[in-house]
């Protein structure tokens, strides 16, 4: 069985498009699956709307708490949830539209490995972002690189397929709740051995607003994490 998880915070306007379309794209081939939708402490009616889609659908179950806590938290708490293996990771603001998962799991059909990110940075993906966004992936992309090698060209995308056992042996010492979660996750399962592989992705995302602050810390994460894992030695 698959697993898919979905992150959720003041998402109440794009969560039942993408979540119905999740449902049909799965069942266009025939899969077995579970959808957790994890409401990450929204002021909207996120988590109304989730619970509706819970009663209608079977398959989906809802998981929530009150206080916003990040993305990273919310995907960590989203997995105590989950029974299947592999287990995605997708974001629910329909900037990547569901219908494009038959392609990516048809990866996990050709290649050897542990973790498949989306990358941006694929030749084949379908990239509409904004000038601004686009710079500001690329210097993070940038200095992720030189900090972790992870082998990767891009880590934040909102795609992510995980064998289970690599989410039961990475989560547990993983301390980062947002931000640079993605980074602290990919890079300590890479030093504990695990194969990670890109695949191309459709991204729509049109916004131009970036919080200054946001990004300050997530570089100021990804530096913590370094040090965590390079000089304490924290993820060995």
């Not at 191309?200 to 965590?228: H, Q």
Request: with cysteine.
């Amino acid at each position: 069985m698959l697993s898919v998880i979905i992150p959720a915070y003041n998402e109440a306007e794009k969560i039942v498009q993408t979540t119905e379309e999740l449902i049909s794209t799965l069942d266009s081939f025939h899969a077995s699956f579970e959808i957790i939708l994890v409401d990450d402490g929204s002021k909207d009616n996120t988590l109304e709307k989730a619970r509706c889609l819970a009663d209608h659908h079977s398959r989906v179950k809802v998981c929530n708490y009150r206080r916003n806590r990040g993305k990273g938290y919310a995907l960590k708490h989203g997995f105590e949830y989950t029974k299947g293996d592999p287990v995605i990771f997708l974001d629910a603001d329909y900037d990547l539209p569901p219908h494009q998962l038959g392609k990516f799991i048809e990866n996990t059909r050709k290649n050897n490995f542990d973790i498949l990110v989306g990358s941006k940075n694929h030749p084949l993906s379908q990239v509409k972002v904004t000038f601004c966004r686009k710079c500001l992936s690329k210097c993070y992309n940038l200095y992720v690189k030189q900090l972790f090698g992870l082998g990767v060209s891009d880590t934040q995308v909102g795609l992510k397929l995980f064998r289970r056992k690599v989410l039961e042996q990475v989560f547990p010492k993983l301390l980062l709740k947002s931000y640079a979660f993605d980074v602290e996750l990919l890079a300590s399962a890479k030093r504990q051995g695990y194969k990670i592989c890109e695949a191309p992705v459709e991204l729509n995302c049109t916004s131009n607003r970036i919080v200054i602050r946001g990004v300050w810390r997530m570089f100021w994460d990804t530096i913590t994490t370094y040090y965590r894992m390079n000089i304490r030695h924290y993820y060995d």
